[in-house]
């Protein structure tokens, strides 16, 4: 179920096309959002140039080094067209690269990566948000189209790319 999307250790899957006007509301447009503390955020941000990053945070994590693993993607999607974006979160201790992003089915490096040793938190009784809230001000200024998710699912930068060219691929 939705409700336990983002339940504990595992891998975790996510893609969306996106046709972004700007970055969004406080420079933070939520796309999704999935509880606080503990919870999975993924947002646009950093507008510069006519493109922007996407933003992937996940809260909550305890026993470790971080309470938190965070990753920023390169400011490459550009504003006013759309742009196919998979994310993918592995929460295994073991994990040294715990999440991806790929922008039409290509690998990006990441900035601003926070990485934890700690374990994740559950957030199984926490509803997901698409788009704002509309009490903390983080509007979405952007078109989504075709929002999933794969639980308990990692995807390779294969099959990644192969969801960018096939989106009925899997």
């Keep these: 179920p939705v409700s336990d999307c983002f339940s504990a250790q595992g ?9 972004p006007a700007s ?8 796309i999704f959002e999935k509880g606080n503390n503990p919870g999975v955020l993924c947002a646009t941000t950093n ?4 493109n922007l990053a996407i933003q992937v945070t996940w809260n909550g994590w305890s026993g470790g080094d971080s ?3 965070s990753a920023v993607s390169p400011v490459a999607i550009p504003i006013g067209s759309y742009t196919h974006v998979i994310c993918t979160v592995d929460t295994a201790t073991s994990s040294t690269e715990p999440i991806q992003i790929f922008f039409n089915g290509i690998k ?7 990485t934890s040793t700690g374990s994740p938190g559950v957030d199984s009784t926490d509803t997901i948000y698409i788009g704002d ?17 794969w639980p308990g699912t990692k995807l390779t930068a294969g099959e990644a ?4 060219l096939d989106e009925f691929i899997f």
């Excluded at 891998?11 to 046709?19: G, L, Q, V």
């Excluded at 970055?23 to 939520?30: I, S």
């Excluded at 990006?108 to 926070?114: D, G, I, N």
């Excluded at 979405?140 to 075709?146: E, I, Q």
């Design 11 to 19: 891998a975790y899957t996510w893609s969306f096309w996106i046709d």
């Design 108 to 114: 990006q490096t990441l900035t601003s990566v926070v």
């Design 47 to 50: 507008e510069a140039g006519g």
């Design 133 to 149: 809230v509309g009490i903390l001000g983080r509007a979405l200024d952007a078109d989504l189209d075709n929002l999933r998710f």
């Design 161 to 164: 790319y192969r969801l960018y």
């Design 23 to 30: 970055d969004g509301e406080l420079n933070a447009g939520r």
């Design 67 to 69: 309470t938190f693993v």
